[in-house]
């Protein structure tokens, strides 16, 4: 391990061993990059409450957007689930526009919100792994919004965990990090493997997931502020 995640406390130890997650995706393939091993370990212990995914994808490629593309993603993100988790896991799509995020005050947010709220209090969820607020795709930082606001709505008492994308990691003042367990050797890439839109060309011209992404950690850090 490298020094962050050696001084990464463990999401086994107290008081985050016995809690259920609710992980937030902005985009289908984000679950693997950023909380794949979060997704494996909270399955296996049946900590795993729902993944939701906030967007409908149909903007990696818009030309293919209306030949079934968001109906592809949703079918890669099952597989995905699937092999991350080693079975099937409630999942939520939530149905915003690709990259044409919601903000608070405005009703598809509010009802969102509401919505996630529900689900955390049916559900018991104790804690919501979410995108980085401060990534810079307009998708990623407004899950986090959501994130925080559900937090705020439910009244159940929710802990928010941020995981990185795209985004500089934090320096470590900034928050508490925790690491998850790690996974079986290769999981990770054989549940990306699964969003071929995303990372071949299947869907013709547009986005592909660089190369470099591909290369992923074992583990997984989360970050959490208190706030």
């Known amino acids: 391990m490298v020094d962050g995640q050696l001084s990464a406390r463990s999401l086994s130890a107290q008081p985050w061993r016995n809690l259920r997650w609710l992980v937030i995706a902005p985009h289908p393939d984000d679950e693997t990059l950023g909380a794949g091993a979060l997704i494996h370990q909270t399955a296996r212990e049946n900590r795993l409450a729902a993944i939701a995914y906030l967007t409908d994808g149909s903007g990696s490629h818009p ?3 209306g030949r079934g593309l968001v109906s ?4 890669e993100a099952a597989l995905a689930i699937r092999r991350l988790a080693g079975g ?3 999942t939520l799509h939530l149905g915003w526009r690709d990259a044409s ?4 005050g405005e009703a598809l947010f509010e009802r969102t919100c509401r919505r996630l709220a529900r689900l955390c209090e049916t559900r018991r969820v104790d804690a919501i792994a979410v995108t980085a607020l401060h990534e810079p795709h307009c998708d990623h930082a407004a899950a986090a919004r959501l994130a925080y606001a559900v937090r705020d709505r439910t009244r159940r008492l929710l802990r928010v965990a941020e995981y990185i994308v795209w985004a500089e990691r934090p320096s470590s003042h900034d928050g ?3 690491r998850s367990q790690p ?3 290769g999981r990770r890439r054989h549940a990306l493997a699964a969003h071929r839109s995303q990372t071949g060309a299947s869907q013709g ?3 592909r997931l660089p190369r470099s992404f591909r290369r992923m950690a074992g583990i997984d850090i989360l970050y959490h502020t208190g706030e």
């Not at 995020?101 to 608070?104: S, W």
């Open 183 to 185: 996974m079986p050797p």
């Open 72 to 75: 592809a993603r949703k079918r």
């Open 63 to 65: 030309a293919s957007a």
């Open 176 to 178: 508490q990090r925790y």
């Open 205 to 207: 011209p547009g986005f």
């Open 88 to 90: 099937p896991v409630k």
């Open 101 to 104: 995020p919601a903000c608070p």
